[in-house]
Each structure stands twice: as structure tokens, then as C-alpha cells.
């Protein structure tokens, strides 16, 4: 019965019963009454016939059920159909002019919340220099904004969970809840990657949220969010675009793979720039856990219309690889197994295809401004081994993960090429022609000779005698620095002690880290009681969904048991690595920028180790 009809809700009506019944033993007889009859037909005919993906708005509804009709047919309007569902609040006056013919109404799961960031204020700065410069060149730019919806979640065979998002909204019965299956214990999932291009407006107080939606699915395993897989996709469209257009801009949430100060993200936007011989390119991003304030991200409660009341779960694999998937308990996890094996990564690949169908199908129905969205492949391994080799154009580069900061010093043309043609912020990055006809490595200006001597560096904010920034006019072409970032500024010293008397035991007892994604630094999680092996399981499924930054405390996720009291000291962005670290023989860090260091950490007996770009700073004491 499970393999046929999967699992049975003890809330299963009788007439339902019957008919697995009579399917499953092959019984023909009669029913006792004509009413029982005529219900056994209708739950056959339910059951049996050809399901259908359901409609995800009024406006869909309203077009599936025009197509359904003959030619000519009069279609009742969107507002009327609005009208005959049943009111989301019965004591408002407006509820009187529903029919309630249509036994739906909305409801939301769960609230949600904003959080605040002192480079809030900063960071809306940024944004609108960003906008009034594109409105400066709207005839020669093109602008992006970037974000990854939440990743969806892929239940196992005969076990879906909900697609949508815990808090938005979903259409359900009047009378009933929507509950779905647990959403965080799975090893498969799906991540949509969303680019709006925006429609530049004349005014920057007009609207910005109108343009094209595209919407790339990604395997999380096997087709992961990586910043080069970024630009690949972004590359793909700026070559579908009719008019060429030779300055982006480009605006984010400012995650691991859109981290401005990240050395991959940079290396990754400098090969767009190269590969569309743009004049200029610059990438901003949000203040921490200021993602809502990405135009892009209202997008998102778009794509949630496709997912409500939607089910997902991969197909079964032949029973040696489902025995192989079953022990991979994290990505991490079935990544090892799809390099030991390819058909094993093959099947994997395979058994989620079909959601990826499901998904490109029930997005591709949804539109912004009566324009439909764009649904993307995934850049392939060959894509992004094409967009990387662009920048050979600089210096040869065997792959994005070999190169960190330190060894920047070992590619000169490179480290000349940044210097002299990048600039480099907290919160943006910029690339530039330089305009020299000497110049071996980005060509001649596509710009009119008059427009790209207009083109300057997008300024930093600077505050004003009433408070706020001071207006781009007024700043742009002049040299300024991001001296007023507050988050850079002096702070005075907080409290970064643990709620009891740290010590090895402590880190033991979870022996698990954290990376900073702002400053790239492993923090230390302590406890004062020993976790499971299944407790730290559970506790790495939660962190990898976990946005975190140096200071963030883990109670906010609420966790429950023993995981409610594992906490991160209170610390700030590039303070030196803690000393318990080394105290519990982790790999070898530097202590100021936590690159890794080669050889044993005992040979510096008395100081803890530095790498050769910060060998300049005062030596930390190891005791």
C-alpha cells in the first residue's frame, strides 16, 4: 500500500479506504447504496485522473480556465474571481463584498522579522548613488539586482515536504491549516537564483521594481552557488540582450557568493567585465541582514505564488545507490560520494530532475508588470571553465580556489591589474577602463570619447550638517574613502564573555567552528555539556542555513535542548582568532586573517603564527 499510495493520514475518509481496498484485493462488489455508489465513482475518478499543477494565482487561474473554454466565451474579470473567495477577516467592512462561493480563503504561516545593522544608513547611500549614476548613463547601462531565494528543500522517496517558504502566504480551505513535512532534515535541495534587470526609470522617485525576471534552478549539491557560476549565468544574459549596453551595475544581498571583499567574487566580476569589454562595472551590495531592501527580494514572494500547496520529493535510485545515499548525512557528504563514484552522482542527478521540471514549469507561469519571467539552465562545468579562462587574458590562472589574498603577491600582472583599474570598498566594487591607448589588457572605450570622459568613480558616502549623506551630485568626481563606514570606525570594547568561564572542554564539547562570511575569521562555538554525534548533526543542518557574521549570537535561531546554549563569544570583524583554537590543535591559521598556514604550529614556540602578509603586525603571545 505505502509503494502505491504512500503514507495514509489517520484522518483519511472511509469512502477513500474503500476504494484502496478494493484496488489492492481486487474486490468488485456492489456498493450497499445508490449515494455510496455514486461517492465510490467520484473518489475513482479523482484518484485515477491525470493530476495537474494548481493554479498559483487568480490570474492563472483565470487563463487555465479561459484555455479550458471554447473560443468566445465570456470570462468572468480578475477583481470579480478576487470576490468570490471568502474574506481573510470577517469583522472588516470590506468582507461584505465576498461570496464566499469559493471555499478558499489566504492565511500565513508564521510572521517575520527585520533586523537592524549599523551600516543600514550606509548602505541606502550606496544604493542611491548606485541608482543616480545608472539614471546619469541610462543610456549606455544596464542594471542588475541579484539574490538566491531560501533554498527549497527535497524530501525522500514517498516523503515530500512544502515548497513554500514558512510565512508567506497560501491558499487553503476554509476551516483547515496547511501543515507540511519537516523541512530540516533532508539531504537534497534546489536553489532558484533570481536576476531582475531593471528598467532604468528617468527619475530615481519613480519605480524601480519593473524590468525582465530571470530565474536559474540549481542543484544545491551538485550545482552550488558559486560567485564564477554567477557571472557565467549574468554572462549568458547580458549575450541574449538585443541592445549592448557597455556599463553594469550590479546590486546584492551581499552573501558568501556576492561578497564584495571576497577575492573569487572580485576575480569572478573582473572576468565579466572582460569577456563583454564593458567600460565600467561596479557591484554593490546590502548591510548585513538588510537583504529585504534588494528590489529583487520582493520577487521572491512572487516565486512563493508557484509554490503553494506544492510537494517536493526526488525519485527513488536503484537500491545500492539509495543505501549509499542514506549514509551521506550532509552536502559535504554526498559531494564525496559523486567524486568517488560518477554514476552514482549521475543517479543522484537524475532522481531530482524531475522537481527541477516541476519548478521551471509552475515559474515560467509567473510574470512581473505582465511580463513573463525567463527560466535559465544552470551555467554547466564547461560554461564556467569558459568564463574562467578569460582571464588568462591577465595572467594564466589554474582555478579560483588556489588564489587567496596572500598569493596575490605571486600573480604581478594580476595584483597591477586591480590596482590600477579597480576600486575596492566595504560595500562595493568597481571596475574601470583606464582609458590608455598603452594599456595591453583592457581595450580601447566602447564609450563616445565625451561619455567616458564623464565616467568616475561611483563616490563614498560623506555626512552632512543635517544628518544624513551628502547628495551624489555634490560628490561625484571627487576622490573620497569610506572613513565614515560606521562599521570601520573605532568602537569601544564590548563584552565578549561567554554566560561561563571558557576553556578547552567547552570547545570540545562541540567541536565545531563558524566563518565569519563579512571578514572571513573562524569563531568557536562553546557548551558547557558534551553534544551527540546526532545532536551535532542536527546543529550542522541548522548552521548551513545560518547567514553568520563575527558576533552574532546563535540564540536568535532558537534552538532547542542542548543546542539552546551553544554560543560565539561577542566578538567584532578582524579580531585575531582566539586563543583556544590553537589550545585545541585545529589546523594551523594565521591568527590575524586565518589563512592557512603551512607546517606544524608547535615550531613557534612562544608566538602564535602570522603569514607572510601580516608577519608585519605586533606577535600575539601564545599564553
Given at each position: 500500500m505505502f509503494t502505491k499510495f504512500g503514507r495514509i493520514a489517520p484522518s483519511i475518509k472511509p469512502s477513500v479506504l474503500r476504494y484502496f481496498y478494493c484496488d489492492l484485493t481486487g474486490d468488485a462488489s456492489a456498493a450497499n447504496t445508490a449515494e455510496e455508489a455514486e461517492l465510490d465513482l467520484r473518489v475513482k475518478q479523482f484518484i485515477e485522473m491525470e493530476p495537474e499543477e494548481?493554479?498559483?494565482?487568480?490570474?492563472?487561474?483565470?487563463?487555465?480556465?479561459?484555455?479550458?473554454?471554447?473560443?468566445?466565451?465570456?470570462?468572468?474579470?480578475?477583481?470579480?474571481?478576487?470576490?468570490?473567495?471568502?474574506?481573510?477577516?470577517?469583522?472588516t467592512k470590506t468582507a461584505l463584498q465576498y461570496t464566499g462561493r469559493l471555499n478558499i480563503r489566504f492565511m500565513v504561516q508564521a510572521r517575520q522579522f527585520r533586523k537592524t545593522h549599523e551600516d543600514a544608513h550606509y548602505t541606502a547611500a550606496i544604493f542611491r548613488y548606485v541608482k543616480e549614476f545608472a539614471i546619469r548613463f541610462r543610456e549606455h547601462s544596464h542594471m542588475f539586482c541579484l539574490d538566491d531565494k531560501h533554498r527549497m528543500k527535497i524530501g525522500e522517496p514517498g516523503f515530500p515536504v512544502a515548497a513554500a517558504e514558512r510565512g508567506r502566504r497560501v491558499m487553503v480551505k476554509v476551516g483547515s491549516s496547511f501543515d507540511v513535512a519537516d523541512h530540516d532534515f533532508t539531504k537534497f535541495s534546489m536553489i532558484p537564483s533570481v536576476?531582475?534587470?531593471?528598467?532604468?526609470?528617468?527619475?530615481?522617485?519613480?519605480?524601480?521594481?519593473?524590468?525582465?525576471?530571470?530565474?536559474?534552478?540549481?542543484?544545491?549539491?551538485?550545482?552550488?552557488?558559486?560567485?564564477?557560476?554567477?557571472?557565467?549565468?549574468?554572462?549568458?544574459?547580458?549575450?541574449?540582450?538585443?541592445q549592448e549596453r557597455k556599463i553594469v551595475l550590479l546590486y546584492t544581498d551581499g552573501g558568501p557568493d556576492h561578497r564584495v571583499t571576497f577575492l573569487s567574487v572580485q576575480l569572478a566580476l573582473i572576468a565579466l567585465f572582460l569577456k563583454?569589454?564593458?567600460?565600467?562595472?561596479?557591484?554593490?551590495?546590502?548591510?548585513?541582514?538588510?537583504?529585504?531592501?534588494?528590489?529583487?527580494?520582493?520577487?521572491?514572494?512572487?516565486?512563493?505564488?508557484?509554490?503553494?500547496?506544492?510537494?517536493?520529493?526526488?525519485?527513488?535510485?536503484?537500491?545500492?545507490?539509495?543505501?549509499?545515499?542514506?549514509?551521506?548525512?550532509?552536502?559535504?557528504?554526498?559531494?564525496?560520494?559523486a567524486t568517488e563514484s560518477a554514476d552514482f552522482k549521475s543517479m543522484a542527478?537524475?532522481?531530482?530532475?524531475?522537481?527541477k521540471s516541476l519548478l521551471a514549469r509552475l515559474f515560467g507561469r509567473l510574470e512581473l508588470k505582465e511580463e513573463k519571467f525567463t527560466i535559465l539552465n544552470a551555467a554547466s562545468e564547461e560554461m564556467i571553465g569558459?568564463?574562467?579562462?578569460?582571464?588568462?587574458?591577465?595572467?594564466?590562472?589554474?582555478?579560483?580556489?588556489?588564489?587567496?589574498?596572500?598569493?596575490?603577491?605571486?600573480?604581478?600582472?594580476?595584483?597591477?591589474?586591480?590596482?590600477?583599474?579597480?576600486?575596492?570598498?566595504?560595500?562595493?566594487?568597481?571596475?574601470?577602463?583606464?582609458?590608455?591607448?598603452?594599456?595591453?589588457?583592457?581595450?580601447?572605450?566602447?564609450?563616445?570619447?565625451d561619455i567616458f570622459s564623464q565616467l568616475k568613480w561611483i563616490p563614498d558616502p560623506i555626512p552632512d550638517s543635517d544628518g544624513h549623506y551628502k547628495q551624489f551630485s555634490s560628490l561625484y568626481g571627487t576622490k573620497t574613502s569610506e572613513d565614515y563606514c560606521p562599521s570601520l570606525k573605532q568602537k569601544n570594547k564590548r563584552s565578549k564573555t561567554l554566560p561561563f568561564a571558557s576553556s578547552l572542554?567547552?570547545?570540545?564539547?562541540?567541536?565545531?567552528?563558524?566563518?565569519?562570511?563579512?571578514?572571513?575569521?573562524?569563531?568557536?562555538?562553546?557548551?558547557?555539556?558534551?553534544?551527540?554525534?546526532s545532536e551535532r548533526e542536527k546543529l550542522e543542518e541548522i548552521l548551513n542555513d545560518f547567514s553568520f557574521t563575527c558576533g552574532a549570537p546563535l540564540q536568535d535561531l532558537?534552538?532547542?535542548?542542548?543546542?539552546?546554549?551553544?554560543?560565539?563569544?561577542?566578538?567584532?570583524?578582524?579580531?585575531?582568532?582566539?586563543?583556544?583554537?590553537?589550545v585545541a590543535k585545529y589546523p594551523a591559521i594565521c591568527v590575524y586573517c586565518a589563512e592557512p598556514m603551512m607546517g606544524n604550529m608547535d615550531a613557534v614556540q612562544q608566538y602564535l603564527p602570522q603569514c607572510d602578509v601580516c608577519k608585519n603586525k605586533p606577535p600575539i603571545s601564545k599564553k
Open positions: 494548481p493554479a498559483i494565482s487568480i490570474r492563472d487561474f483565470r487563463e487555465q480556465v479561459k484555455a479550458r473554454c471554447a473560443e468566445g466565451t465570456l470570462i468572468p474579470s480578475d477583481e470579480w474571481i478576487r470576490l468570490q473567495f471568502w474574506p481573510k477577516c470577517k469583522t536576476v531582475l534587470m531593471n528598467n532604468i526609470p528617468q527619475d530615481i522617485t519613480e519605480s524601480w521594481y519593473r524590468g525582465k525576471v530571470y530565474v536559474s534552478l540549481k542543484d544545491a549539491a551538485f550545482e552550488s552557488s558559486s560567485p564564477i557560476r554567477h557571472m557565467t549565468e549574468l554572462s549568458s544574459i547580458l549575450s541574449s540582450l538585443q563583454h569589454d564593458l567600460d565600467f562595472l561596479c557591484a554593490a551590495r546590502t548591510a548585513p541582514c538588510h537583504s529585504w531592501s534588494n528590489p529583487v527580494e520582493r520577487i521572491m514572494s512572487t516565486l512563493n505564488l508557484g509554490l503553494q500547496c506544492v510537494g517536493l520529493m526526488r525519485e527513488k535510485m536503484d537500491d545500492e545507490f539509495e543505501k549509499t545515499a542514506q549514509r551521506c548525512k550532509s552536502l559535504k557528504d554526498l559531494r564525496k560520494k542527478i537524475d532522481s531530482v530532475s524531475h522537481v569558459e568564463m574562467m579562462s578569460v582571464l588568462n587574458v591577465i595572467e594564466p590562472i589554474s582555478s579560483m580556489e588556489s588564489i587567496t589574498k596572500a598569493s596575490l603577491k605571486g600573480l604581478p600582472l594580476l595584483t597591477k591589474f586591480v590596482s590600477l583599474h579597480c576600486t575596492e570598498r566595504k560595500y562595493s566594487f568597481q571596475v574601470k577602463k583606464c582609458g590608455d591607448a598603452a594599456c595591453n589588457i583592457c581595450k580601447p572605450p566602447n564609450l563616445p570619447r572542554r567547552h570547545v570540545k564539547n562541540v567541536d565545531m567552528m563558524l566563518q565569519c562570511e563579512e571578514c572571513n575569521m573562524w569563531r568557536l562555538l562553546y557548551s558547557k555539556q558534551r553534544l551527540l554525534a532558537e534552538m532547542e535542548g542542548k543546542l539552546a546554549d551553544v554560543y560565539t563569544r561577542n566578538i567584532s570583524c578582524r579580531e585575531p582568532v582566539e586563543k583556544l583554537y590553537y
